[in-house]
């Protein structure tokens, strides 16, 4: 069983839908949670950061982090095809220095 | 501030062949990780540097290696390619090597094995 676990989607939606993505994992010592976006043919480019259980917004951006669940979440409000990427969510704590990734979603938003 | 800047983009070798791809970090930042990522694994840990020595590494064969120099630049060498080596190799640094800081990556290098 991977460390954290995320469905692959594809995921397509409408423009302006609200557009949930969710990762589990099974580290009780993760404490810092990220997501990543990443468009084709780019790096990874780090969306939010969050630590420990809790929301965080930015602008139509929000995580959620449930740790007695271990349930990550990333909602996307009002979706722009410009959100069509791959979303990629992190984990990381305890002794090791290294973030485990998730497999990524692919998110389509269309027109 | 620049970001993460890897070289070269994109190579192309065949099976056998050695290779090095080179990554320079965010300046002030001076732990660099690198990461292998394909379609069915995602992003796989391969190691992480910080102030020039190895820190962490991850679980792959020991023709995977790497460095770093004083500078924070780091190089990563593979040896005697395979063909399951294909894939994007991704770099990313950070100002200390906790991980309540996030990374930030640069774009790649494609690797292609024929």
């Known amino acids: 069983q991977k460390e954290v676990e995320q469905d692959p989607g594809p995921l397509s939606v409408p423009e302006g839908a609200i557009v949930s993505l969710n990762c589990t994992y099974s580290?009780?010592?993760?404490?810092?949670f990220m997501w990543y976006r990443q468009y084709s043919r780019k790096g990874p480019e780090l969306l939010m950061y969050t630590y420990s259980s809790g929301n965080k917004e930015d602008g139509r951006f929000t995580a959620q982090v449930d740790k007695s669940s271990k349930y990550i979440s990333l909602f996307i409000r009002d979706s722009q095809p410009s959100d069509s990427a791959t979303y990629l969510c992190?984990?990381?704590?305890?002794?090791?220095?290294?973030?485990?990734f998730g497999t990524g979603t692919r998110l389509q938003v269309t027109l | 501030k620049a970001g993460v800047t890897q070289t070269p983009r994109y190579l192309i070798k065949t099976r056998g062949q050695q290779v090095t791809l080179s990554c320079s970090p965010i300046s002030g930042h001076r732990s660099v990780s690198w990461y292998q990522q394909t379609p069915g694994q995602g992003l796989q840990f391969l190691f992480e540097y910080f102030s020039e020595t190895q820190r962490n590494k991850g679980n792959f064969p020991g023709r995977f290696s790497g460095r770093q120099f004083s500078n924070s630049r780091s190089e990563m060498n593979v040896s005697t390619l395979e063909l399951g080596d294909s894939a994007l190799y991704l770099c990313?640094?950070?100002?200390?090597?906790?991980?309540?800081?996030?990374?930030?990556f640069g774009d790649g290098t494609r690797l292609s094995i024929l």
């Open positions: 580290n009780s010592a993760f404490q810092y």
């Open positions: 992190a984990s990381g704590g305890g002794t090791a220095s290294k973030l485990t």
């Open positions: 990313a640094s950070r100002e200390g090597r906790t991980s309540n800081q996030p990374q930030h």
